[in-house]
Each structure stands twice: as C-alpha cells, then as structure tokens.
C-alpha cells in the first residue's frame, strides 16, 4: 500500500484508543478540563455506567463561540503554547487530545459561556464525521459537556465495556481521585438520576478530616496521622496510616504531585520503605499524600495518561518522602540511608 495520510476522524480515533478506554476515562478527562478552567462546583450525571450518557456541568471560564471548534479539534489547547511551558506545567491537561479522542468515538454536545458573553453557544459533533455546528443555547458561565452513546461507532471498543455496575464503580474511583485531588472543589456524582457522592468542599483546614472522611472513609480519617514536611521548596503533607491500622488491600494509597494523582514507582517505594519491617507480608502501606515542588523539579510529559512522572533529582525527592514519613511514623528511625536501590 502506498503511504497515504490518515484522515482526521480516522487519526482521532485511532488516538482514541489512548485517552479513552473506558467510560471513566472520559470522565477523568472531562472532569480536569473543569478543574482546570478553575470550576468550584462540578455536577457529573452518569447513565447505564456511563455507556448511555456522560455529562459534566461546570461553574468555571468557559469557552468563547469562536473557540469552540477549535476546542474539540486534536492538538488544540490554551493550556502550553511552547516547549518552554511544557516544562514547567502547572495544568492538569496539556495534550489537547482529550475532546477531539472523545468526540470522535461519541455523540458530544459542548455547551459553554464566558462571563464576557451575554449568550452561550452550544457545539455538536457526531463521530466527528460532519462539520461542527454551533448554535445559541441556555448556560449560565462555564461548561456542559454532554458524552451520549460512547463508542457507537467503534463496535470493538464498545464489547469491551463491562457491566453497568462495573463501569459505574470505575468511574465512582476516579471521581474519589480527583476529589481527594482538589479539595476545595464540590463535586456532585449521580447514577441514573440517583445521586451517589456529594463530595462538599473544604472551606478551611477546621474541615479537612471531614472532607477526608467523606471520600476514604472514616477508618481512615480516624487512625491516620497527619503530616507536613518542608524542605524548601518542596513540600509533603497528607496522611498516613500507622502499620496497625495499615489496610490489607491496597485500596486507600493516594499519592498526588502538583495535584496530579500519580501511581509512582519511585514515590511507593519511598513509602513502604519508611514503614519497614513493620508492615510484615499481610498489610498495605495505606496513605493519602500531597507532594507540591515546582513544575519545573518534575516532568510529567512521560506517559499519556499521565500516571508517571520523572523527578529531576529522583534521589533527593525519594529521601525527602522517605525521612518525612519515617519522622511521622511511630516506631521507625529517621535516619539518612544512602545504598538502598529503587
Ligand atoms: P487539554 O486539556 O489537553 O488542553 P482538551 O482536548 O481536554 O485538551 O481540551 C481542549 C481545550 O478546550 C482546553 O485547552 C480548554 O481551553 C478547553 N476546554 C475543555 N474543557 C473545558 C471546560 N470544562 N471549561 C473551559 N474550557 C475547556
Ligand atoms: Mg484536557
């Protein structure tokens, strides 16, 4: 076959297999973008575990008319403009892939006002196979958009959906994610008209056990010790369970840097390091922690769906989690250690 370039709806979609793989997928990416765009309160409205509807509403900037085909094409952000600013991200996206993937594999409706704007414009696209077309609508500022029939016409991707129950709890566990992620967000979830989570915000620090309470539980929030750690400019606070009240599975470990949930080799093995011989063969290290340093200390252009991140100086951020939880810890000795491989 002769090399021949592939047509738009057809690159989207064959993107599409990155970003989305299943329904929570979109969700995790819908739900950035509004936390990105600075919304306070999120409503998110599931169907048949998400295979029939996604919608998220948004308080935040929204989206002006002109941009928003530019907003569902690939490759299209107003999140970097430079390799410059790819070093240094402080966003959540950055790809502009997301909303040109989804819509390419979905029935999408994008609705958005700025607070500049006295109307909202709402954009439909199907498959992405005709033109974008935009027309006025009802909106307060911010943003809906409205994910129906996911999949439709990618009939390989769709067998791949699981049960209703089984999708809705993948998407119930991103949510709890991002919600421990942004803790000043309200964030509403409902399944088929039922509302599920109501995830209120932290007003101020007096209600942070509260909030913590309401997304892992209240084990958790109860045994946890808390900690803040600062070698400036880095920074570590959070929660960790002490090794008698560590869990069995590993269900409760989050780890966030710059805000951005991560599932970090690096980063883990710093923990279960701290605890030691205390956790023994049965428990999991069990935490909830924030890592803050700056954009440009970390590089999270690694992996698409952005679970990986690579630290400038892996060794030194690796110790700093290790003394700043073996100084929280009971029972284990901060100490420096130079020698243990990761
Ligand atoms: P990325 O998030 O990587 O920039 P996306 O495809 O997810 O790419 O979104 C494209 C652009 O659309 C974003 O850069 C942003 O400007 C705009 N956008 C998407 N969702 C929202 C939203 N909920 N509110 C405001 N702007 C949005
Ligand atoms: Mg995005």
Request: hydrophobic share 35%; charged share 25%; net charge neutral.
């Amino acid at each position: 076959m002769p090399i021949r370039q592939l047509p738009a709806q057809l690159a989207n979609q064959i993107a599409a297999g990155e970003v989305v793989e299943r329904p929570s997928s979109v969700v995790k990416e819908l739900v950035e973008n509004s936390i990105d765009a600075g919304a306070s309160e999120l409503l998110i409205d599931i169907e048949q575990g998400g295979a029939r509807r996604i919608r998220i509403r948004d308080n935040g900037s929204g989206i002006e008319r002109d941009q928003l085909e530019l907003a569902l094409s690939r490759h299209a952000t107003s999140k970097i403009s430079s390799l410059d600013d790819l070093e240094s991200i402080a966003s959540l996206g950055f790809r502009g892939e997301a909303l040109a993937s989804i819509s390419s594999v979905s029935r999408l409706t994008l609705t958005s006002k700025t607070a500049a704007q006295t109307e909202a414009w709402q954009a439909f696209c199907e498959g992405r196979e005709m033109r974008v077309q935009i027309q006025p609508a009802a909106h307060p500022t911010g943003t809906t958009i409205d994910v129906q029939d996911l999949f439709f016409n990618t009939p390989a991707r769709r067998k791949f959906m699981r049960t209703e129950k089984t999708e809705f709890g993948h998407i119930d566990e991103v949510v709890r994610r991002i919600a421990l992620g942004c803790p000043r967000v309200r964030i509403l979830l409902q399944h088929n008209g039922r509302r599920i989570r109501d995830y209120r915000p932290l007003r101020d620090e007096s209600n942070a056990t509260q909030r913590l309470s309401s997304i892992v539980g209240n084990a958790f929030a109860q045994h946890a010790l808390s900690l803040q750690a600062e070698v400036a400019p880095w920074l570590l606070r959070g929660w960790v369970a002490p090794a008698a009240h560590c869990r069995h599975q590993g269900d409760i470990q989050y780890m966030y840097v710059n805000g951005r949930m991560m599932k970090d080799k690096l980063l883990n093995h710093a923990i279960r390091q701290a605890y030691g011989e205390q956790l023994g063969d049965d428990r999991q290290p069990t935490f909830v922690l924030y890592l803050e340093l700056p954009p440009r200390d970390v590089d999270v252009n690694v992996h698409p769906a952005k679970h990986e991140v690579r630290f400038h100086q892996a060794r030194q951020v690796h110790d700093f989690v290790l003394q700043s939880l073996r100084q929280a810890l009971p029972g284990t000795t901060p100490q420096t250690e130079g020698g243990d491989e990761y």
